[in-house]
């Protein structure tokens, strides 16, 4: 049995098939990937990795299955997808995940090949544990993998007031004792037990305030579609796949951006912090229904076109088009009066957070800094967005200086 000093959870012990996991090379590797990514060009003390996450979440499970009843293989397995949970994650996290993807049909819970052969898949085998029942565990499937993956999993429980911690953002605090200790299954189902509408919300509520503040802030998701279009062109040298791309950590992906002529540009721009800047920051109702679902060939279009009408170099333009509004934690089940409900409909809370996320997205137009009035410019036109809703620098130069020193 090991014991952890953990930054968040002070002790986690970790036995069992656990214990033989942690020093395998797939696990290992979490220890060089960032948990999140470019937010730590914004909050310098966020270089928390994917590994202690890892860790937290396994306590989280560990926790989770002791107040459930639950024991035997059956908690061996969900013990394991809990600490393997993110081995299929890539350089930065969920940062250049879009463009391995489109190049792989792989998202990072898509872990059957990483944990049914290798060291990690002779481990599990050597202790009794189903592979395969792992991998599937990681992804959701059935009744226990909703503890690993759902809308009351322990990962959002960890990473919330993990992040919290390391930015020095309060907003991600949340009682994750009472959510494990609160958690029960319905009909395979699981809920929240009777009373504990407003402990989902404070759930829900972290999470809304965190993602403007941490996850959406304007110069991390500069930086990420900076290191996405890093991505793109380095996937262009003939050495290098995607499959090669999604097993490196962050310092794999850093040094091969910096030896790669079509990428060292966007390195040297990164390590030094010279980031583009917002040409174009519109609000979700001043986007035409085309551009919220564009495709990424569409896209790479009209950064083309917006290059070529402001006379500028294709590969300084980068638009950047979020996901469309969604709330999924909003479908968490709670108890309410001995029936199921989804906390969208049992909580008065729900429509304000989602009317306060519509308006907190925002579409984005990247360049460098002295190109910006001119990109912004062409983007409008070529676009079709509404000019005063939509630009940032000219018209109002005055607060794109303000924003600049804020970045």
Known sequence: MLAIKDSVHDHIEVGGVAEA????????????????????????AANHT?????????HLATRALDHLGVEGTTAERVRAAALLHDVGHGPFSHNVEDVVHRHTGKYHDDVDDLVTTGEVGRVLD?????????????????????????????????????????????????????????????????????GNVQTAESLLLARALMNPTVYQHPVARIAKAMLRRAAERLLEAPDIAAADLRRMDDHDFVSSLRSTRRTSAYAERLDTRRLFK????AEYADVPERLLDASHADLRGFEREIADRADVSESTVVVDVPPRPSMTESTSRVVVNGDIRELGKASPLVSALRTAQERQWRFGVYCPRAETERVGRAAVDTLGLDVEGALVSDVRTGLNATLDEFQ
């Open 21 to 44: 996991l942690i020093d395998t090379p797939a696990v290992q590797r979490l220890r060089r990937v960032t948990q999140l990514g470019t937010v730590s060009f914004v909050y310098p």
């Open 50 to 58: 994917r590994f202690e996450h890892s860790l937290g979440v396994y």
């Open 278 to 281: 917002r040409a174009v920051w």
């Open 126 to 194: 050597d202790h009794g544990v189903d592979p395969q029942r792992v991998a599937g565990l990681v992804r959701g499937d059935g009744r226990y993998g909703q503890l690993v993956s759902g809308e009351l999993d322990v990962d959002r429980m960890d990473y919330l007031v993990r992040d919290a911690h390391h930015t020095g953002v309060p907003y991600g605090t949340i009682d994750h004792e009472r959510l494990v200790r609160e958690l029960a299954f319905v009909e395979d189902e699981l809920v929240l037990r009777e």
